[in-house]
């Protein structure tokens, strides 16, 4: 889609994000960069971003928000936001802020052409929207907090955990269960796989490929054959592979690994016992 010459480079985007941490983790931006480049192409955004980590409270404290409208100003530019909330949830700021740009600011929340100026009804009803939200947050917030050092939200968190006990419990069963019914069909494919070792390596094949040969190592073929004949894995839904395949002969077959994780914990524990008593001697 071609951009219209008047409105090449003549939108300056401007993100914010409240905590240092949403700053350092993407968290926010990410989503403010995808609105804007929905609705704008490469050739209508400005060369130069603002983005700043503070707070909505005072627009006024804000250094890279000065400069953005500052620049807007001094280049004719209009400036650009994913969510009208990001400028300010007040409306006395929000109405100072539209009269300093002279209506050139555009919100990706507020349906408006890209050339005109922004409507100043429009835009007053969404920084109530923002500005109510605010205290509601906030109401919701202090009330959370009271509720959390009432006598009755610890026993309720003493019952609650009673709870997560008890379903732990049946899970770890139902987990057992489960486990043993993979080990027979997942035995099957060790099976396949020591078998069709020994008959590979009868006919050359080798366990590694060397560099510059052309031809596959006994592990590709299986893992190949594995899938072709739908052997089970032990991750469901994932499908076999030369590394899967070796790791399952050596871990397995070879180490004689236990395939069961309650088993596993226990086989890693005798390792480590005996370890210990290797290195005492």
């Given at each position: ?226 899938n072709e004949f ?48 290797e290195n005492k001697?």
């Amino acid at each position: 889609m071609e951009t219209h010459k008047e409105l090449i480079k003549q939108f300056v985007p401007y993100y914010r994000v409240s905590t240092e941490k949403q700053g350092r983790s993407g968290l926010g931006m990410r989503g403010q960069k995808d609105l804007i480049e929905h609705f704008f192409t490469n050739d209508e955004l400005d060369d130069y971003e603002f983005v700043e980590v503070q707070s909505a409270k005072n627009i006024k404290d804000r250094p890279e928000l000065k400069m953005a409208i500052e620049y807007c100003k001094n280049n004719n530019k209009t400036l650009v936001v994913a969510i009208s909330d990001r400028l300010s949830r007040n409306v006395e700021d929000g109405i100072w802020l539209l009269n300093e740009l002279n209506g050139k600011l555009y919100a990706c929340d507020i349906p408006t052409n890209k050339g005109n100026k922004m409507d100043k009804y429009e835009w007053v009803q969404k920084i109530n929207f923002a500005e109510r939200e605010r205290e509601l947050i906030s109401i919701r917030t202090k009330r959370g907090l009271s509720m959390s050092d009432k006598p009755r939200g610890r026993a309720g968190a003493k019952e609650f955990s009673e709870h997560k006990k008890k379903y732990i419990s049946i899970k770890i069963s139902q987990t057992k269960r489960q486990n043993f019914q993979n080990n027979e069909k997942y035995q099957l494919t060790l099976n396949y796989i020591e078998k069709r070792v020994k008959e590979l390596g009868e006919q050359g094949y080798l366990k590694y490929t060397n560099t510059g040969s052309q031809n596959e190592n006994m592990f590709l073929i299986i893992a190949k054959e594995l899938n072709e004949f739908k052997f089970e894995r032990v991750r469901k839904n994932s499908i076999h592979t030369e590394y899967s395949t070796r790791k399952s002969y050596y871990e397995r077959i070879v180490r004689k690994t236990p395939i069961n994780f309650y088993d596993l914990s226990k086989y890693k524990l005798r390792l480590r016992k005996k370890e210990q008593n290797e290195n005492k001697k």
